[in-house]
């Protein structure tokens, strides 16, 4: 199925019999995505997430043609459904996008903020840091998870409905990447960087805040190893 002929989630409002269930479908998938529970390439077949969920086929393919907008599922013809398994290129561009659209999330942000805020970006950096120091998959899962919201947050504070909905999207699909491609078991998206970014925030230094962010992105697809690997036999990469 093209994509180009999947309709926006926010279309699948438009009929009442898809809204409230393929909606809950589509956002528990997402977040085992987004969360890494689901590995790209997991095939999602629709009779079994329907079993799962107790509900129809037609509203599990409207759940998914909405995953597939956003580029978190591919569909393919007479295969099916399976997680998105982005590309090198396309994890270089989808952070390209970032370092592009981010410093402006940092830059709306800052004029739109206010005391209560930055108190609730310090209360996201606490929880943060305190999974940082817990060990397990579940713990690193919420530690992805907070390091996504706090990208979120800032831009819900720009106050910019259209810049909020294309950020879900770039945190999901580098969500994908960094399940792909990642290659540290410490946090990947540096802790200790959002605490210098919302700083020189507090301190209205916005270009300095700005200027964080882009080191902050780069310094998360550092960590992604982006090489291209040469296709190689069984007997070599077993190194029998």
Request: net charge negative; with cysteine; proline share 3%.
């Amino acid at each position: 199925m093209s994509l180009t002929t999947t309709p926006h989630p926010a279309d699948l409002a438009t009929d009442p019999t898809t809204d409230t269930g393929s909606q809950h479908i589509r956002d528990t998938l997402r977040d085992a995505i987004v969360e890494r529970r689901l590995a790209p390439g997991t095939k999602l077949s629709e009779s079994d997430v329907g079993e799962l969920f107790n509900v129809s086929r037609t509203l599990v393919r409207a759940a998914l043609q909405a995953l597939s907008y956003e580029g978190l599922v591919n569909v393919e013809k007479n295969r099916g459904a399976f997680v998105a398994h982005p590309s090198i290129d396309e994890a270089r561009q989808i952070f390209a996008t970032r370092r592009l659209i981010e410093p402006g999330v940092v830059r709306a942000a800052a004029t739109r903020i206010g005391t209560a805020e930055l108190a609730e970006l310090r209360r996201m950096l606490a929880a943060e840091r305190q999974l940082t120091e817990q060990r397990g998959q579940p713990a690193r899962r919420a530690e992805i998870k907070a390091s996504g919201d706090f990208h979120l947050a800032l831009a819900d504070l720009s106050g910019n409905t259209i810049l909020r909905r294309f950020m879900d999207e770039l945190v999901a699909r580098s969500s994908l990447v960094i399940a792909l491609y990642g290659q540290s078991t410490v946090s990947s998206c540096g802790h200790s960087e959002h605490d210098e970014i919302v700083n020189a925030i507090e301190r209205g230094d916005v270009d300095t805040a700005a200027r964080l962010m882009v080191h902050h992105i780069d310094h998360i697809e550092a960590d992604l190893d982006l090489r291209t690997h040469k296709s190689t036999d069984l007997k070599a990469a077993l190194e029998l």
